[in-house]
């Protein structure tokens, strides 16, 4: 007979897990969340532009209504987490502007701005000389560019801290340890076994472990499809001149800015404390978060082509972290084939993006038992797992 729990015990405390931890106390469930380090993960790593327009892939229309929608809360959520917390979470209505280097770039960037038209996406073309109106420390070469005003940004450790602190103010139980094995009793998922020796048994288990979700030992093979390591290394400089603009001068930069160099995209972040983050490689290096000297190299390089002032500015720090990357990049958001086990994790680019909607549309399924509708494109079994015979 399955070992009975009570409540939802959330494995993972990145803003994933939290966020899940958070909105699920709020609908008066009883929560745990274990993890060795809560506030950790991608996010300490990760720019945090949200860009659920300038992201877009052809063939990810359902990836964008979910972008969308969790674009669309930020400006609640992050005003909700500071107001219980007192913690801002960086949170920036900046826009974001993408913009051509060369001729190709320029071609692709009209082919994107027709598929926004086609979608009814804010998107506005502009020339070079725009682009350089808005922002002037731009190389003179830009050939043109989209100006997106509802891509905006969050700091992600800011947002972290936030979320922690208002898991704890709901009355989610964070338990620092690390989970060791799934139970599974009677074909139902009901505990896991932890680092400290202790056993913890709950209704429904929400796996949020980022890349490493499909690690876990005793999650029976063919429940998840695997969620893979990619590895994203991030720059870290200072803009001693960020806020000259209350001054009457001129900010370094003013919004995110993103392009394509070399066939690699590259963006740049700037805050309003003067940081400016410059991500990310994309490597498929397994769990290797070494932060290497070519990856250092392109990203200045490619950077400097796009804005060339930049190599002034102070290096201040460099990361890499690793994204959670399902099969096809789309996140996986449900219940799994194995009953009592819940998935949100594979978020891959958009977990920073997808955490408002991600915690929303799991607390929904977790009060009531019924998958919203939003999430059902991203259901965990569709690519065909399940719990073998």
């Given at each position: ?19 899940v931890a958070w909105r699920s106390a709020q609908r008066g469930l009883a929560v745990t969340v274990v993890d060795p380090a809560h506030g950790g993960g991608a996010a300490q790593v990760a720019a945090g532009m949200l860009a659920p327009v300038t992201e877009l892939q052809y063939g990810e229309e359902p990836l964008l209504r979910l972008g969308m929608a969790s674009n ?318």
């Amino acid at each position: 007979m399955a070992r009975s729990g009570t409540g939802v015990l959330v494995i993972g405390g990145g803003i994933i897990g939290l966020g899940v931890a958070w909105r699920s106390a709020q609908r008066g469930l009883a929560v745990t969340v274990v993890d060795p380090a809560h506030g950790g993960g991608a996010a300490q790593v990760a720019a945090g532009m949200l860009a659920p327009v300038t992201e877009l892939q052809y063939g990810e229309e359902p990836l964008l209504r979910l972008g969308m929608a969790s674009n669309e809360r930020y400006a609640a959520f992050a005003a909700e987490l500071s107001a219980l917390t007192g913690l801002d979470t960086g949170y920036r209505q900046t826009g974001t502007l993408a913009v051509a280097l060369d001729s190709d770039d320029r071609a692709e960037l009209r082919e994107l701005h027709a598929f926004h038209q086609r979608l009814g996406l804010d998107s506005h073309w502009l020339t070079g000389r725009e682009c350089r109106k808005l922002e002037p420390m731009l190389a003179p070469g830009v050939r043109g560019g989209l100006h997106v005003t509802d891509d905006h940004q969050v700091d992600g450790r800011r947002l972290s801290a936030a979320l922690v602190r208002a898991c704890e103010l709901a009355g989610a139980r964070l338990h620092r340890a690390e989970a060791t094995e799934l139970l599974v009793e009677d074909g139902r998922a009901t505990g896991v076994r932890l680092s400290t020796g202790e056993t913890r048994y709950a209704e429904q288990i929400v796996l949020a472990a980022g890349s490493r979700s499909h690690l876990l030992p005793g999650l029976p093979e063919g429940v998840l499809p695997p969620v893979r390591p990619v590895k994203g290394q991030v720059l870290r400089l200072h803009m001693p001149d960020a806020l000259l603009a209350v001054q009457g001068g001129t900010p370094f930069l003013s919004r995110n800015v993103r392009a394509v160099v070399r066939g690699q995209h590259i963006y740049l972040v700037p805050r309003a404390d003067g940081e400016l983050v410059i991500g990310a490689t994309t490597e498929e290096q397994g769990y290797d978060t070494t932060v290497t000297a070519g990856g250092v190299y392109e990203l200045l390089r490619d950077a400097h082509e796009l804005v060339p002032g930049l190599t002034e500015l102070p290096l201040v720090e460099t990361n890499a972290g690793l994204r959670p990357g399902s099969p096809d990049n789309a996140p996986l958001l449900g219940p799994s084939a194995l009953p009592g086990l819940v998935a949100a994790t594979g978020h891959y680019r958009n977990g920073v993006l997808l955490t408002p909607v991600t915690a929303d549309l799991l607390a929904d399924y977790l009060a009531t038992g019924v998958t919203p509708e939003l999430a059902a494109p991203f259901s965990p079994s569709r690519f065909g797992t399940k719990v073998p015979a």
